[in-house]
């Protein structure tokens, strides 16, 4: 069964640094670029970061450049998303999702950050 | 960056009917990379049609895809009552993907 499970996710203070992991299953994940997208409560989908399959080339959302690293571990199947510099705006459900066909096809359910005081 | 802007924002439609949905971009879009998801609430969006009129695994043939250039549309033919849900359009284009802010489909 092919399958994505995120972790990571939690409360922390405006600043602080968090990471998020995302454990892949079921299908060849060296193969596959993979992404991560949020969805702020109530609100639409936001792409943030890419990372390609073999050559680990990384995209970012302009929202959160410079502050957030994507990573990959292909070795342990596992993407990983590092946040920094925490704003409460990143408040969000995270989700990890593969790429096909530059389209999300499979998704994890989401691991929920929040940033608050 | 590529803006995508679904209407209607609410489509309210009975079981059996037939929806239409627009995705308009502000510049032309790759229809290889056009894609449409549903989310339901509390769970992860799912993706429907890629490369704008492809049907992923699984997606029943009552949902469709169409369009090219700045103008997209997603059409489920007769409406399930598991159909209800919010739907967006998603493109890819130098190294950025954006979403549309979504259309919800209620019941009417």
């Known amino acids: 069964e092919v399958q994505l499970v995120e972790s990571g996710g939690g409360l922390v203070q405006p600043g602080g640094s968090l990471r998020l992991s995302c454990a892949a299953s079921?299908?060849?994940?060296?193969?596959?670029?993979m992404s991560w997208v949020r969805q702020a409560p109530g609100k639409g989908l936001e792409w943030v970061s890419t990372?390609?399959?073999?050559?680990?080339?990384?995209y970012y959302a302009d929202s959160v450049k410079g502050r957030f690293t994507i990573s990959r571990d292909n070795s342990k199947n596992t993407l990983y998303l590092q946040m920094n510099s925490l704003r409460a705006e990143d408040t969000a459900v995270y989700y990890c999702?593969?790429?096909?066909?530059?389209?999300?096809?499979?998704w994890g359910q989401g691991t929920m950050v929040t940033v608050s005081s | 960056e590529i803006v995508l802007t679904q209407s209607p924002g609410t489509l309210s439609l009975s079981p059996g009917d037939r929806a239409t949905l627009s995705c308009r971009a502000t510049?032309?879009?790759?229809?290889?990379?056009l894609a449409w998801y549903q989310q339901k609430p509390g769970q992860a969006p799912r993706l429907l049609i890629y490369?704008?009129?492809s049907r992923a695994s699984g997606i029943p043939d009552r949902f469709s895809g169409s369009g090219s250039g700045t103008d997209f549309t997603l059409t489920i033919s007769r409406l399930e009552p598991e159909d209800f849900a919010v739907y967006y359009c998603?493109?890819?284009?130098?190294?950025?993907?954006?979403f549309g802010q979504g259309t919800k489909l209620e019941i009417k």
């Open positions: 999702a593969n790429v096909r066909i530059s389209a999300f096809d499979i």
């Open positions: 079921g299908f060849t994940f060296s193969s596959y670029a």
């Open positions: 990372i390609t399959g073999g050559d680990g080339r990384t």
């Open positions: 510049q032309s879009v790759s229809s290889t990379y």
């Open positions: 490369g704008a009129s």
């Open positions: 998603q493109q890819y284009g130098a190294s950025v993907w954006t």
